[in-house]
T-cell receptor, first 112, second 115 residues
Framework: GESVGLHLPTLSVQEGDNSIINCAYS??????FIWYKQESGKGPQFIID?????DKRQGQRVTVLLNKTVKHLSLQIAATQPGDSAVYFC???????????FGTGTQLKVEL | DAGITQSPRHKVTETGTPVTLRCHQT?????MYWYRQDPGHGLRLIHY???????DKGEVSDGYSVSRSKTEDFLLTLESATSSQTSVYFC??????????????FGQGTRLTVV
């Protein structure tokens, strides 16, 4: 698999703590949002999504919050584990289209 | 990886040579995409396809062309490779994004180095 040495914002958390990763999006016409996780040497993998008619969605240990007023998206990971260490990307889809536009990503490091 | 195969996985090529990257899917998804990933830029869309012989440009399409003659294959060609095209390339597939269970799935990537 492949990855790049990205010069990314980094979030360091202790194992067991909650993590919050933030993302600002640019297009007010975006109607669908996804969080992806990219582990070293792999392609991005889907974590959770949310439509613009929602402001919160929960999955297993993850929650996505959407604030359309300020065009802000966040990913909350509960009880962060070492396996959560990765780069996290938010992606948005503009209404009417079928393309995803990605943010630059955040590196999450989980300290034991 | 949702039935997506990229080939080759690694390639080193010389400036000015043509290069073709292949993406093959076994999921029968309608849409296919090529992204490049570079430090500080995240993933940027090069080209995408919405059906056989139907393609469109993304935000960084200059210097790249694509072809889709079959549902399962999407080719990315660098007609004359430049050092600025050194990158990691990802193929993705999807159906209609935003409907139930239709996110985009990514391949493992191809590391291309142009020397």
């Amino acid at each position: 698999g492949e990855s790049v040495g990205l010069h990314l914002p980094t979030l360091s958390v202790q194992e067991g703590d909650n993590s919050i990763i933030n993302c600002a999006y640019s297009n007010s016409a975006s109607d669908y949002f996804i969080w992806y996780k990219q582990e070293s040497g792999k392609g991005p993998q889907f974590i959770i999504d949310i439509r613009s008619n929602m402001d919160k969605r929960q999955g297993q240990r993850v929650t996505v919050l959407l604030n359309k007023t300020v065009k802000h998206l966040s990913l909350q990971i509960a009880a962060t584990q070492p396996g959560d260490s990765a780069v996290y990307f938010c992606a948005e889809k503009a209404g009417g289209g079928n393309k995803l536009t990605f943010g630059t990503g955040t590196q999450l490091k989980v300290e034991l | 990886d949702a039935g997506i195969t990229q080939s080759p996985r690694h390639k080193v090529t010389e400036t000015g040579t043509p290069v073709t990257l292949r993406c093959h899917q076994t999921e029968n998804h309608r849409y296919m995409y090529w992204y490049r990933q570079d430090p500080g830029h995240g993933l940027r869309l090069i080209h995408y396809s919405y059906g056989v012989k139907d393609t469109d440009k993304g935000e960084v399409s200059d210097g790249y062309s694509v072809s889709r003659s079959k549902t399962e294959d999407f080719l990315l060609t660098l007609e004359s490779a430049t050092s600025s095209q050194t990158s990691v390339y990802f193929c993705a597939i999807s159906d209609r994004i935003g409907t139930a269970n239709t996110e985009a799935f990514f391949g493992q990537g191809t590391r291309l180095t142009v020397v």
